[in-house]
């Protein structure tokens, strides 16, 4: 099994406009505690991000996003549209493509697509009639998530404060332009060295760090030293400010270190060759 040098947590963010105060990245060695990374100005630009990406090198880098669509449940990401591709980078390669004028990495143009927007949930009470009853259509680790005291989101909705799917599509075409630079698993195999990319969810970082369901979101120095001792870190060094993003990178690359070495979460039983290949998988959910 891989042992990695280094962990990463990127907190993302779909939001509109070049800057994003929702974007933080946390990095933590081996030993001692995790640090912020910070950009070069105030706030990461997604092509901040990506360009960062590419000078990593022996580095777990878990991102909080959903990495494609459900398309288990019914055989295409989107079925009926004859466009509808057949594995998660030619998803990635069509959201960039349709998207590709947009800038800062956006993912408005594709879910405004005729065909697309079928299958989303929009603002102003626009539902696609291809997105579904209830919540929207989940992912198969999606489905399963709720067991490990998670709550996800359908990536095909796209309203309220709970919605992942803007992140999720933007988090597409950055996944695409990095072409293979990068390897994502579980689309691609882990290699012996260099970078890789995972899904995770802060929230599940958080419930192993002791944080109460509910309670997720930490604001406090004293707070985020509770939890990174749950996770066997040392305190972190004194920051101006905290907020959820800030703390969720913290907490995230922390317990990356620990999950990382967990042989069992690299074969998750329910992980299919299809599904590797289509939806995905969350790392940390065995």
Not at 2 to 9: L, P, Q, T
Not at 76 to 98: C, M, N, Q
Not at 161 to 179: D, E
Request: with cysteine.
């Amino acid at each position: 099994m891989r042992h990695f040098g280094r962990f990463a947590c990127i907190d993302w963010s779909g939001a509109a406009g070049a800057f994003q105060p929702g974007i933080a990245i946390a990095m933590c060695e081996r030993e001692g505690s995790p640090a912020l990374v910070h950009p070069r100005g105030r706030h990461w630009s997604r092509e901040e991000v990506l360009g960062w990406l590419t000078e990593q090198g022996d580095s777990l880098i878990g991102f909080d996003f959903s990495a494609s669509l459900p398309f288990a449940d019914a055989g295409a990401y989107f079925p009926g549209w004859s466009e509808s591709p057949p594995d998660a980078r030619a998803l990635w390669a069509l959201v960039d493509r349709i998207a590709g004028d947009e800038p800062h990495l956006g993912a408005n143009r594709f879910v405004d697509h005729p065909e697309a927007s079928r299958h989303f949930r929009r603002h102003g009470g626009r539902t696609g009639d291809r997105f579904g009853s209830g919540t929207g259509r989940m992912r198969m680790i999606e489905a399963a998530a709720k067991a490990f005291g998670v709550a996800p989101a359908s990536s095909f909705n796209l309203v309220g404060a709970s919605q992942v799917g803007k992140a999720s599509l933007t988090a597409m075409r950055m996944l695409h332009r990095l072409s293979r630079r990068i390897p994502v698993w579980p689309f691609d195999p882990v290699p012996e060295n260099g970078p890789v990319i995972v899904e995770i969810y802060t929230s599940l970082a958080a419930r192993a760090a002791g944080v109460p369901k509910g309670r997720s979101k930490l604001r406090s120095a004293d707070a985020l030293d509770v939890a990174l001792a749950a996770l066997g870190s040392p305190p972190h060094a004194p920051l101006p400010r905290y907020d959820d993003h800030i703390t969720d990178a913290l907490i995230g690359a922390a317990w990356l270190r620990r999950a990382a070495d967990n042989p069992a979460l690299w074969r998750p039983a329910a992980l299919t060759q299809t599904l590797a290949q289509t939806e995905g998988w969350t790392f940390g959910l065995s």
